[in-house]
C-alpha cells in the first residue's frame, strides 16, 4: 500500500473516531444530566441508547490500541499515568451490567411474599339507584410492581356497572374523552410509603393513553405539599422504591405527560386567565365560608406542552374562552392513620388542593377546616374528582392513640402490604368502607387492640392530640357534598361492593420479617449511592476523550 493510501486511511480513521468520540461525549453528557443521583433511570431507553454509544466508543478504542504497551506509551505522551487505573476500572464499570440497576431484594421488613391476610366480601344488595359502587382488587401486584392487570381490572369491573372509564361514541357518559386534560391528584408531600404508589401511576397513565380513541389530550401529574412536596423523591413508594413521580412520568416519552408541584407558586396571588392574568399561582376567594370555616382557594398555571389550566374553571383558550368540561381530576390519594384527624384518605387528600395560607401557628388555616368539613367545600366550589383511585397497596395501619408511628409519614418499616386498589365516584363512601374493611384489620393484624381514631362510626376523638375525630370530619363532609347534589354515604347497607382477587405471584424476597406493633421502623440502603451514576459516567467519558486525544496525537505525531 503506498504511503498516500495509508495516509489517507489514517485520516478517515481518525475522522471516525472524532465522530464516535464526539457522540459519546454528548451522550455520556445526556446520561449525566438525565439520571442524575438516580441509577434507575438508566433503564430508560433513551439512557441505554446514550449507554450504548459510549461503549462504541470504548470498542473503537479499544480496536485502535495494539497492545498494553501501546497504551503505557499513550498515558506516558499525555503525562497523566493515573488515567489507566480509571480506564480499567471504567471499562469494567461500562462493560458489565452495573448500569442495568439489578432489582434491589434487600428489603429488611417488608415481605412481599407474605400480604396482610384479608378477607373482603362483594355487597350487591344496595339499590343501585341510590347506591354508592366501591370497587375492589386484591393481589395487585405483579412482577417487578406493575398494577397494570389490576388497573385493568378495576376499571373491567367499573364498566360491567355502567361506569366506564372511556368516554367514546358508544359511551357518551364515559369520564375521560380522548382529547382531555387529565389532572392525577397524588400525594407528593411525604416520602417513602407516605406518597402515592408510582407504579399504580403509571399504571393509570397507561390506561389513559390507551385510550381506545387514541389518546391526543394531556396528563399533568400534581400536588401542593405546602411547602414539603416533591415530584422527584429519591425514596419513593414503589416497588423498587426509588421510582417518583417524574421517572414515572420520564417513562412515557410518545404522549403530552408532565408533572407540576403547586408548592413551587403557592405564595403567588394571581387573577383567572379570563382576567388576562397568565401567571402561575392561586386564585382566592375573598369570602369566608363560616360553616366550614375556609377561604376557597385554588391554583392555575400553563403546563409544560403551554396548556393553559384553571383548576376551576377548566381549560382557558384565547378564543374560546374556558372549557369546564375538558378538565377531569381523578383523585390518587394513599390509604393511612393521621395523629390529628384519623384517616387520611380521598377526602383529606383534597388538603393538597388549597394554597395552604397560614393564619394560625405553622399549620395552613385550611388544616383546620378539615374539621368542619372544609375538603368538601373545596370540591363544590371549585372542581371534584370524575373518579377516585384509593392506593391501598402499602397502608398505615398504626392507630394514634396505640403508636409513635401513625401517619401521615409513613416509613418502609412502618407500612403493611395489603396489596389492594380501590376506586368509587364516592369519596366519602369510599373512605368510610376502607378504613372498615382494610385499615382496622390491618391494625388487628399488627396486634393492635385499641384504634378508635381509625373507626369511622367512633364520634368521640380518642387522644388529646386529635383536631377532630375522623367520624365527624368524614360526616361533615359527607353532609356537604350532599346538599351539593353529589351521591355520598356513610352507611354501608346504601353501597355495593364489586370484588375481584388476582392470581398471586411470587416475588423474590431474602427476609421474612414480620412487622407487629411493637413500632420497629426500618431502613434501607440502596444498591447505588446517588451520586454514583454521574460520577462513573462523566469519569468514563473523561477517560474515554482523554485516550482519543492521546491516539489521535500520536497517530499525527508519527512520521
Not at 454528548?26 to 433511570?41: D, E, H, Q
Not at 399549620?363 to 368538601?376: R, W, Y
Not at 420497629?520 to 440502596?526: F, K, S
Request: charged share 20%; proline share 4%; aromatic share 10%.
Amino acid at each position: 500500500m503506498s504511503d498516500e493510501c495509508e495516509s489517507h486511511n489514517d485520516s478517515t480513521h481518525r475522522r471516525g473516531l472524532w465522530r464516535i468520540g464526539i457522540i459519546a461525549v454528548a451522550s455520556a453528557l445526556w446520561m449525566a444530566y438525565r439520571s442524575g443521583g438516580r441509577p434507575s433511570r438508566i433503564r430508560y431507553p433513551c439512557q441505554q441508547a446514550a449507554l450504548a454509544n459510549i461503549q462504541a466508543l470504548q470498542v473503537a478504542l479499544l480496536a485502535s490500541i495494539p497492545s498494553l504497551a501501546s497504551i503505557a506509551s499513550t498515558m506516558r505522551s499525555l503525562r497523566t499515568p493515573a488515567i489507566l487505573t480509571l480506564l480499567v476500572v471504567g471499562s469494567a464499570v461500562v462493560t458489565t451490567d452495573s448500569f442495568a440497576v439489578t432489582p434491589n431484594y434487600s428489603f429488611t421488613s417488608e415481605d412481599y411474599d407474605v400480604r396482610v391476610p384479608i378477607t373482603i366480601a362483594p355487597i350487591t344488595s344496595a339499590s343501585p339507584e341510590s347506591a354508592s359502587d366501591i370497587f375492589v382488587v386484591q393481589n395487585s401486584t405483579r412482577a417487578e410492581g406493575s398494577t397494570d392487570d389490576a388497573v385493568s381490572t378495576l376499571f373491567e369491573m367499573m364498566s360491567g356497572q355502567d361506569l366506564h372509564f372511556y368516554q367514546t361514541e358508544s359511551n357518551e357518559d364515559g369520564l375521560i374523552a380522548s382529547d382531555d386534560v387529565v389532572l392525577l391528584k397524588v400525594n407528593g408531600q411525604w416520602s417513602y410509603r407516605g406518597g402515592t404508589n408510582t407504579d399504580l401511576l403509571r399504571s393509570v397513565i397507561r390506561m389513559i393513553i390507551d385510550h381506545p380513541d387514541g389518546f391526543t389530550g394531556e396528563i399533568v401529574v400534581a400536588d401542593n405539599g405546602q411547602g414539603l412536596g416533591s415530584m422527584d423523591r429519591y425514596y419513593a413508594n414503589s416497588f423498587y422504591r426509588n421510582i417518583s413521580f417524574q421517572e414515572a412520568v420520564d417513562t412515557f416519552d410518545s404522549h403530552n405527560i408532565s408533572t407540576i408541584l403547586w408548592d413551587d407558586f403557592r405564595d403567588m396571588e394571581v387573577e383567572d386567565f379570563d382576567q388576562g392574568d397568565y401567571a402561575a399561582g392561586y386564585v382566592l376567594s375573598d369570602e369566608w365560608n363560616p360553616e366550614t370555616e375556609i377561604y376557597v382557594s385554588y391554583p392555575k398555571f400553563t403546563t409544560a406542552y403551554g396548556t393553559y389550566v384553571s383548576f376551576m374553571k377548566g381549560i382557558w383558550d384565547d378564543s374560546t374562552g374556558f372549557n369546564h368540561d375538558r378538565l377531569k381530576v381523578i383523585n390518587m390519594p394513599v390509604l393511612k392513620t393521621h395523629f390529628r384527624y384519623g384517616v387520611t384518605g380521598c377526602v383529606k387528600h383534597y388538603m393538597g388542593v388549597p394554597k395552604g395560607e397560614i393564619l394560625e401557628g405553622t399549620t395552613p388555616h385550611e388544616h383546620f377546616s378539615i374539621a368542619l368539613g372544609g375538603m368538601a367545600t373545596l370540591m363544590v366550589e371549585t372542581r371534584a374528582p370524575v373518579l377516585n383511585i384509593l392506593d391501598a397497596i402499602w397502608v398505615n395501619a398504626r392507630p394514634t392513640e396505640s403508636s409513635t408511628n401513625a401517619g401521615p409519614s409513613t416509613s418502609y418499616g412502618t407500612a403493611s402490604w395489603t396489596d389492594i386498589i380501590t376506586a368509587s365516584t364516592d369519596p366519602v363512601g369510599l373512605d368510610y368502607w376502607a378504613s372498615k374493611n382494610i385499615l382496622i384489620p390491618t391494625a388487628q393484624h399488627l396486634d393492635y387492640t385499641v384504634y378508635n381514631s381509625i373507626d369511622p362510626d367512633y364520634e368521640p376523638t380518642s387522644t388529646g392530640i386529635m383536631d377532630e375525630s375522623f367520624h365527624n370530619y368524614l360526616e361533615r363532609s359527607m353532609l356537604i357534598l350532599r346538599n351539593a347534589g353529589f351521591q355520598v354515604t356513610m352507611n354501608q347497607s346504601e353501597m355495593n361492593v364489586f370484588v375481584e382477587a388476582l392470581a398471586d405471584v411470587f416475588i423474590p424476597t431474602t427476609t421474612t420479617t414480620t412487622t407487629t406493633a411493637t413500632d420497629t421502623t426500618t431502613t434501607t440502603t440502596d444498591d447505588f449511592p446517588q451520586p454514583l451514576v454521574t460520577t462513573v459516567v462523566i469519569s468514563v467519558a473523561a477517560v474515554a476523550v482523554l485516550i482519543f486525544m492521546g491516539l489521535v496525537r500520536r497517530k499525527s505525531d508519527a512520521p
